[in-house]
């Protein structure tokens, strides 16, 4: 099984199928291969706590990403955790206009991007790695309804 999902919380009811056949594309076109990644489903306030604990940095976020084994490992080693916050998916997609299930997939489209090797501290890269998460989640159905491309 490439993703096991562990659920944290209880404000979103959490699109099981969705969420692997994300990770699997991502890991499919990105990685060339299948991998197995963690993701833990949380709420802002365990958010906040792993986000100061790991990083330093104070209060929740949408997603972190841990890389926990080499690009090119073996099938059976856990390649990464992802630990994605529902709460900032509810609340982003509230202001955005956007469904919640299209933010939390995005969450985890993002996770798997970092584990893959993107980047988006430069403005330049963040553009790349936000053209490639669009590019992901209209493979997947998930169109951002406020986009003017097809």
Do not use: C
Not at 69 to 85: M, Q, R, Y
Not at 127 to 144: D, F, Q, S, T, V
Request: net charge neutral; proline share 5%.
């Amino acid at each position: 099984m490439p993703a096991e999902i562990v659920n944290l919380q209880k404000s979103m009811r959490l699109p099981r199928k969705a969420i692997r056949e994300a990770v699997d594309l991502v890991a499919r076109e990105e990685l060339e291969r299948d991998v197995l990644v963690s993701l833990a489903f949380v709420t802002d306030r365990h958010m906040a706590r792993v986000n100061e604990q790991w990083l330093r940095h104070h209060g929740p976020t949408d997603v972190i990403s841990f890389p926990l084994a080499e690009k090119h490992a073996g099938p059976d080693d856990v390649f990464g955790e992802l630990v994605i916050s529902t709460d900032r998916a509810l609340d982003e997609a509230r202001k955005r206009g956007l469904s919640s299930r299209r933010e939390l997939l995005l969450y985890v489209v993002h996770g798997m991007l970092h584990l893959a090797g993107f980047d988006d501290l430069k403005a330049r890269d963040a553009k790349r790695m936000h053209r490639r998460e669009e590019e992901i989640l209209r493979a997947l159905g998930e169109a951002n309804p406020r986009s003017n491309r097809p």
